[in-house]
């Protein structure tokens, strides 16, 4: 009997794993706000859109109001983002992953 603890385990750690290399991708390429340009970046983006744009209805970007650079508070942002992602990642591969191990175990 495959134990769902674990695989909800295993499912959540690999939601991080893409989530945190997607939006590494996404710093190294230089391009944190989505721009019109067709290529993989723009893909990453839309991949990386959900979380993103729950993240910044949570901390809003604070232009209209008087702060010291008038910018967003990425620190905050940024974690938020990465976790958001991990879950639905995790909300998406926890089948994938629960069937892999089902079968593969009868394998043996």
């Known amino acids: 009997m ?3 603890r674990k695989t909800l385990r295993v499912a959540l750690l690999v939601g991080f794993i893409v989530s945190l290399s997607l939006f590494v991708i996404v ?5 944190m706000e989505p721009t019109g340009q067709p290529g993989f970046v ?5 991949l990386q859109q959900p979380g993103s744009s729950l993240a910044h209805n949570w901390f809003p970007c604070a232009q209209s109001a008087p702060s010291a650079d008038g ?3 990425y620190f905050k942002i940024i974690p938020v ?3 958001l992602n991990a879950l639905l990642y995790a909300g998406i591969l926890f089948i994938p992953i629960y069937l892999f191990r089902v079968f593969s175990t009868s394998l043996d």
């Open 81 to 83: 983002t990465i976790l």
């Open 71 to 73: 910018e967003c508070q």
């Open 42 to 46: 723009a893909q990453i983006h839309h």
């Open 27 to 31: 710093i190294l390429n230089g391009e």
């Open 2 to 4: 495959i134990v769902l």
